[in-house]
């Protein structure tokens, strides 16, 4: 059987809750202050934040902010038009599509990135504190053998 969940790992859950909540609120409006939109903000950080050999196709990007491919071609068409990313096909296989991240837009994700990183530097204890508070009590969550 389950142990029960706490009132402290209730508090702490809605303490993390809150605290990435806000976090994604307050880089909303950095963003727009910036001239992006939320989600061309999401897209140009995934683009420029892609692990090591893994290639910028309209896929791989759509994978990273969870979005269905069509949406991803139309917000990567807004992105296009205001200079920054570039599409181009892949040299290997024609039918890919490569996203590349042009200085325009790298300019743009680095102001609003600059600001994200500050402020968890300023305040990220907190959510550490709200993640650690749920770890620690990790068995909690676990189910007991049964005799």
């Not at 939109?37 to 950080?45: I, R, S």
Request: hydrophobic share 40%; no cysteine; net charge positive.
């Amino acid at each position: 059987m389950a142990k029960e969940i706490t009132t402290a790992e209730y508090q702490a859950l809605a303490e993390l809750r809150h605290r990435i909540r806000k976090f994604v609120r307050d880089g909303d409006a950095v963003a727009r202050t910036a001239g992006l939109e939320p989600q061309q903000y999401l897209l140009l950080l995934a683009l420029r934040g892609l692990p090591g050999g893994v290639e910028a196709t309209i896929r791989t990007l759509a994978d990273r902010l969870a979005l269905k491919h069509h949406s991803a071609v139309e917000l990567i068409d807004r992105l296009e038009a205001h200079g920054y990313v570039r599409r181009s096909r892949s040299r290997d296989d024609r039918r890919r599509v490569l996203v590349t991240l042009l200085p325009r837009g790298e300019k743009l994700l680095e102001q609003v990135a600059r600001d994200r990183i500050g402020e968890l530097r300023a305040s990220g204890a907190a959510l550490v504190k709200a993640i650690s508070a749920l770890l620690e009590n990790g068995d909690a969550f676990k189910l007991r053998k049964k005799p």
